[in-house]
């Protein structure tokens, strides 16, 4: 199936230094989100943005709708251990079904 | 509030078996999604049924198919178990059928020996 394209694959941090990834699609979506998964649990919602160039922030994560609405970006400012974690962006569609289609996910290790 | 909760959260079924996951959605979301994720990749969309009917359908073979219940609550089964559909089962909720925050729960583990 279908997946966008996230990167970083991974990285590799230290406390209180600031992160950015992102994610592309070849075609348009109409909502975007960022979920983050830890292991043995599923994804939990981090940001939703619903229009082309909406900027939001969520504590210490900002998120932004791409103006060409193929893209997304995810920003984490000071990370601390606990944003350890695989992050995946999602895109949506209006339409018969509501149908996520996911990231490839970018891993994130924060160290001491 | 409770939030997507799932049963069981493991299971092992042998090649050619049948398997029914189960979900219950957040209180007051009337939409269902189910989702397969293969170690080391992103969610894949299997399913979705808002007011107990199929809303939508990905990929996924006829042996796979699911139904929602008037409480909302929703069972997925799998027939003909392969070794490939060894996976990670989401369920994801929402309020309505679209264009609305997808919250998910912590999934079934399937293994498939």
């Known amino acids: 199936g279908q997946q966008l394209n996230q990167s970083p694959q991974s990285m590799f941090i230290q406390e209180g230094e600031d992160v950015s990834m992102n994610c592309t699609s070849s075609s348009i979506f109409n909502t975007w989100l960022w979920y983050k998964q830890d292991p043995g649990e599923g994804p939990v919602l981090l940001i939703a943005l619903y229009k082309a160039g909406e900027l939001t922030s969520n504590g210490r994560l900002t998120a932004q709708f791409g103006i060409t609405r193929k893209d997304s970006f995810l920003n984490i400012s000071a990370s601390i251990p606990s944003d350890v974690g695989i992050y995946f962006c999602a895109g949506l569609n209006t339409g018969t079904a509501s149908k996520l289609t996911f990231g490839t996910g970018t891993r994130l290790q924060v160290t001491l | 509030d409770a939030g997507v909760t799932q049963s069981p959260t493991h299971l092992i079924k042998t090649r050619g078996q049948q398997v029914t996951l189960r979900c219950s959605p957040i209180?007051?979301?009337?939409?269902v999604s189910w989702y397969q994720q293969v170690l080391g990749q992103g969610p894949q969309f299997i399913f979705q049924?808002?007011?107990?009917?199929?809303?939508g359908r990905g990929n996924f073979p006829d042996r796979f198919s699911a139904r929602q219940f008037p409480n909302y609550s929703s069972e997925l089964n799998v027939n003909a178990l392969l070794l490939g559909d060894s996976a990670l089962y989401l369920c994801?909720?929402?309020?309505?059928?679209?264009?609305?925050?997808?919250?998910f729960g912590d999934g079934t583990r399937l293994s498939i020996l």
């Open positions: 209180s007051g979301h009337k939409s």
């Open positions: 049924y808002y007011e107990k009917e199929e809303r």
């Open positions: 994801a909720s929402s309020l309505g059928r679209n264009n609305q925050p997808q919250h």
